[in-house]
Structure formats: C-alpha cells, structure tokens
C-alpha cells in the first residue's frame, strides 16, 4: 500500500497494529510523509528518522501488545515524531551492556535526536523524538506551517488513521 501524504493538515496521525511487523511500514509512512513535505536543505536525516521512529514504535508495540497512534508534524525548525500507547510507565534511556541484545532504542533516541522526551496522557504515556533540519537557512515560505500539538482526548485536524499492516 502506497500512501502519498499532505501534511499541510498538520498533524498527521495514524493507528500502528499490535504487531511488530507493522514497524517497517510505519517507518515508511513516517519518512514518505516527511518527503512530502519537499523541504529540500530543511529536511533532517531521513536514516535517523526512520531509525529513531522504529524504535519507538517497536518499544510501544512489544511492551504494550496493544495499538499504538504515530504522529507526525513540522514545527518550521523541526520534525516532531511522537508515539502514543497504552503504557503508563515512565521511560528512561539507558546506556545498555554491551552484550544485551534489547534496549538501545532509547539509548539511539537519546543520541540522534535534537531533542526527546515522553509524558503522561490518561490511560498511557506519549514518547516524542525531534530531529532538526540539515540546514539552518530559514524555512522555505511552503513549508512553514504551523505547530499543531497531537495531544487531547480528540483526534487532530488532519488526523488519518491507518492500519500499518503488511
């Protein structure tokens, strides 16, 4: 399924399955709505975007074993990737030992991110990931769009909500 987004209704919302393989096309989604955006020398990494997005779904999909809500939106510096789920404990980056195998995903968080955090809602928590452009050349007149905030117990303007299944 190919999804082409228009995030000038910003944000952009959409329903991740409780199944881990709905991590890749989530990932997808999130970097095909980013490259809609057309931000050219704005545009962040789209590696760590897509990176930075798994990990977070993955982390919400395997703790939870529920649905998860992926929102995306651009605050006219930044991408903002947040991830809603049913989990209502704090999360925390961790350096992991070195022969672990799990629990990197918020050490990488940590790492690429411009900026990150996660914060309560009332029955789970939202973690968020910012990545900021590759250039600090001023936003192009297209792409400064407003900052909308995906919280509330009302689903976003814009929202679409989307199964990422296989």
Known sequence: M???LTLRKLPYAFKVAADDQAVGPARRLVREGVESL???QQ???LDDLELLTAELV????VHTMAPCVVCIRWTGRRIRV????????????KVPPTHDEHGRGLFLVDVLAAAWGSYRELAGKTTWFELAATSEDPVPSGAAYPSADCRGGQAP?????ATCSG
């Open 157 to 161: 303007r814009g929202t679409v909500e």
């Open 58 to 61: 993955t982390n919400a999909v």
């Open 82 to 93: 947040e991830v809603t789920d049913t989990d209502t404990r704090d999360v925390e980056a």
């Open 38 to 40: 057309d931000l050219g």
């Open 43 to 45: 545009a962040p990494s």
């Open 2 to 4: 190919t999804l082409r």
